[in-house]
């Protein structure tokens, strides 16, 4: 039996969970025992025995700007993850006070261009500018522009923050306001699908078809969509047997290739 990490036990628990809600919404899906593949076991990531022989299941996420050397909008949010979570780690050592801090960064590719700067020289400046605009009053907000951090390391950087004060034993929250266009085109589909096909030939020595499940997971701006019909209408370039997009939003299953139930 081969050994499975903890990492590898979450990412396949993971997908096992929007395996399960599209079986759940998809009057289409492959009826039989599900049974998931697991470290050198894979590819696909599932198998279901059925009634059409053995269909294997890949899950895959969207993540907007994607391509096969990863996606630099997720990037970008993992960045702006970790600035932040440095800055409310540098602000409650020297402060214990509960807060809602919400970040307005500037457009795409600001933060990662910026990149060499420190992640800990941000996260001291962003720590200073929360410490000088606190308000003792419980449940009030202070909104705050680019002036307050001018000459910093933040200038360019950070369009506004807003600081809401808890009361004592409140639970803090940093996050980034998040904003985007959500269409999702037909280009970053197909490429999308076509670099999935790179280990078709090992999926089909274990099943008879094979389906890809896209899942726009809504945990980011960059990991929301909305299909255009445009999309939805459109006759995409693949082996697979079936491709279905499921969006977390709506809990809604569209067919992309194969025919819809």
């Given amino acids: 039996m081969n050994k499975v990490s903890p990492k590898d036990r979450a990412k396949k628990d993971r997908e096992l969970y929007f395996l399960n809600k599209v079986k759940a919404v998809y009057d289409d899906f492959p009826s039989g025992k599900v049974e998931a593949l697991l470290g050198k076991d894979e590819p696909p990531d599932f198998l279901v025995s059925s009634d ?33 979570d440095a800055a409310r780690k540098t602000f409650e050592a020297n402060n214990n006070i509960p807060l809602l801090v919400h970040f307005h960064w500037y457009g795409p590719l600001r933060l990662v261009q910026a990149k060499k700067l420190s992640i800990y020289h941000l996260a ?16 009030s907000t202070q909104r705050l522009d680019e002036d307050c951090w001018c000459g910093t390391s933040l200038d360019g950087l950070l369009a506004a ?15 980034t306001v998040e904003a985007g266009f959500p269409d999702v085109s037909i280009n970053e589909l197909q490429t999308l699908i076509s670099t999935h096909e790179d280990t078709f030939d090992l999926y089909l020595k274990k099943c008879t078809l094979v389906w890809l499940i896209i899942v726009a997971d809504a945990t980011h701006i960059s990991s929301m969509a909305e299909l255009p019909n445009d999309v939805r209408e459109h006759r995409f370039r693949t082996r697979f047997g079936r491709v279905l997009f499921f969006n977390q939003l709506d809990q809604q299953v569209a067919t992309l290739v194969g025919s819809p139930p």
């Fill in 52 to 84: 059409r022989g053995i269909v294997g299941i890949d899950i895959v996420d969207y993540i907007r700007g994607q391509g096969r050397a990863g996606s630099q909008v997720r990037h970008e949010d993992a960045l702006r993850s970790k600035v932040i």
């Fill in 124 to 139: 001291a400046d962003i720590a200073c500018v929360v410490e000088t605009g606190l308000i003792h009053k419980a449940y």
């Fill in 161 to 175: 923050l807003s600081i809401t004060r808890l009361k004592d034993k409140g639970h803090s929250l940093w996050s």
